[in-house]
């Protein structure tokens, strides 16, 4: 696809408007006609031409470059909900200079169709200026923002490395296979990246046969960057052995980026195991033993009354620790801190550290005065200096793919007409921010349950005429008193002409997708 055609939108405005008409964006016909010829015909471009108001007033005029009052105009145009209409007549016009600052701020206001207006601008005040914007731009907005400009960009932008390593910054099919057809005419060491980051499977042998064949370091080190930004997506038995032969490479810093990634792997310290028994560079080595000194993990979970920790969390926490080959230790809020044993204190001064990981799910009061007070607990245990550092994580609840997964799980309805999420009361605008965040990711509003609830107790929304066919999830990872209760109620017999209870599914941590997902998420730590 050929780069829009230069034609001047001033010379056919009509001067009596005080905003003139911006061109549409051209049709898939026209962009072969540009292909084909360099240009699009003006009668062709302007036949479904469409006008900005003429009630609207121009834009301000722009102070000085890098003064305050500039930096605050801007900030505020970014902020504000006001008409971008005259801001883009005046690009349109030339009253306004297209500088990048302004292009800045007009790419995270824009909706769908004036994305598409600033790219046929910018063919007639320049490209360079507006890729320039939007590369500073897009990474920094927020998704649901960013995403108007991925039709327009896929419709219009040109098939340049800039404007495809743009693109290549959005997940979408479409999108794996322009960064395919461009890299088949020139390989190109961003492209690579982004085709990485697109993560289809399908991508994976290229991306590693690049890496491993002699070849320009850069291309090299793109296509590895790109196996480790969709490192999940790949087939594993050839990622395991590519990056196993990757590790032995001449280049140091490919061999040792090979090693990190087999760390991350689900494996990763069973197979760190066996490259240790290769002969290795003594800088990839040193890489090597680093990574196979796994720091102990403190993992704070909510645990019972009286400080009982559930079986199956006792028993996940056994095998994470074989497969980590480090010390795991389980402290419940219900109970004080427990007391390591010389392995745990052994493996931290090996590894110089010691990571917390709150294995809670939303940000209630545990999150946000608990955790703090924990961790100050185990920094003072630590001791002053720097021989032994916590490593504080993010509360599980956080994580984007933990919440990715929890969509999955509720996506995939396993036989039932619904699932509906139940979480545990929360207050405050941090944790109603929060609940309506995980809500629209989940794709549907969760039910505040006190632990005391029984299914009897439960309000879900009147969709089904059976409630029978609609299951809940509780946010638990392991049994507590609301799963004993729900499952009580699930076991009591019913009276004659009584409605079946919805039906309670198991806490998370004894669902295999999502017992696997922490095994293999907390093994990658280091």
């Known amino acids: 696809m050929g780069a829009l055609a230069p034609d001047s939108l001033r010379s056919i405005a009509d001067p009596s408007l005080s905003k003139p008409p911006l061109p549409p964006a051209p049709t898939g016909s026209e962009r072969g006609q540009v292909a084909a010829t360099g240009r699009v015909d003006p009668a062709a471009r302007w036949l479904n031409v469409f006008r900005l108001g003429s009630e609207q007033s121009d834009p301000p005029p722009l102070p000085a470059e890098g003064s305050l009052e500039r930096w605050q105009l801007l900030q505020e145009l970014g902020r504000s909900a006001s008409d971008l209409g005259p801001w883009l007549a005046g690009l349109a016009s030339g009253t306004l200079a297209p500088e990048v600052d302004l292009l800045v701020a007009l790419a995270g206001r824009v909706d769908q169709g004036d ?47 800039g404007w495809l390593a743009l693109l290549g910054a959005f997940q979408d099919p479409r999108v794996a296979q322009r960064l395919r057809q461009a890299l088949a005419r020139s390989l190109d060491a ?120 559930p079986e199956e969390l006792q028993d996940w926490a056994r095998e994470l620790e074989q497969r980590r080959g480090a010390p795991v230790l389980l402290q419940a809020l219900t109970s004080g801190a427990p007391d390591p044993d010389p392995a745990f204190w052994a493996g931290a001064h090996r590894a110089g550290t010691v990571g917390l990981v709150p294995l809670l799910l939303l940000p209630g009061g545990h999150v946000r005065k608990d955790l703090p007070a924990i961790a100050r607990a185990w920094r003072t245990r630590l001791g002053p200096g720097p021989a032994i550092a916590l490593q504080r994580y993010p509360f599980l609840g956080a994580w984007p793919a933990w919440q990715l997964l929890l969509a999955g799980q509720l996506a995939d309805r396993q036989g039932f007409g619904a699932i509906h999420w139940l979480h545990h009361p929360l207050e405050g605008p941090l944790a109603q921010r929060y609940l309506a965040h995980l809500g629209a990711v989940l794709g549907s509003a969760g039910l505040a349950t006190p632990y005391t609830a029984a299914l009897a107790d439960l309000v879900l929304p009147v969709d089904r005429p059976d409630p029978g066919t609609v299951a809940v999830l509780p946010l638990t990872l392991a049994s507590n008193r609301l799963t004993d209760t729900l ?26 997708a999502i017992r696997q997902f922490l095994l293999t998420a907390l093994e990658a730590l280091p």
């Open 190 to 309: 961003p492209l690579l990246e982004r085709l990485g980051h697109q993560r289809q499977g399908e991508d994976g042998a290229l991306l590693l046969t690049i890496s491993l064949a002699p070849g320009p370091r850069a291309l090299r080190h793109g296509a590895l960057e790109g196996l480790a930004l969709g490192l999940s997506a790949w087939p594993l038995g050839p990622l395991e052995a590519g990056l196993a032969d990757l590790a032995a490479d001449l280049d140091p810093a490919l061999a040792a980026k090979a090693v990190d990634l087999l760390a991350r792997l689900p494996q990763g310290q069973r197979q760190l195991r066996l490259l240790a028994q290769r002969p290795l560079a003594a800088p990839v080595q040193g890489r090597l033993q680093r990574r196979l000194r796994r720091a102990p993990l403190v993992l704070v979970v909510h645990g019972r009354s009286g400080g009982l920790i």
């Open 115 to 161: 994305a598409e207006r600033l790219l046929v601008l910018a063919a007639d005040f320049g490209l360079p200026l507006l890729l320039q914007a939007l590369e500073q731009a897009l990474p920094v907005l927020p998704a649901a923002t960013r995403a108007v400009w991925l039709e327009p960009l896929l419709a219009q932008a040109p098939d340049e490395p």
């Open 487 to 512: 499952d009580a109620g699930r076991r009591g017999a019913l009276q004659p002409g009584q409605a079946r209870p919805p039906q309670p599914l198991p806490p998370l941590l004894q669902q295999p």
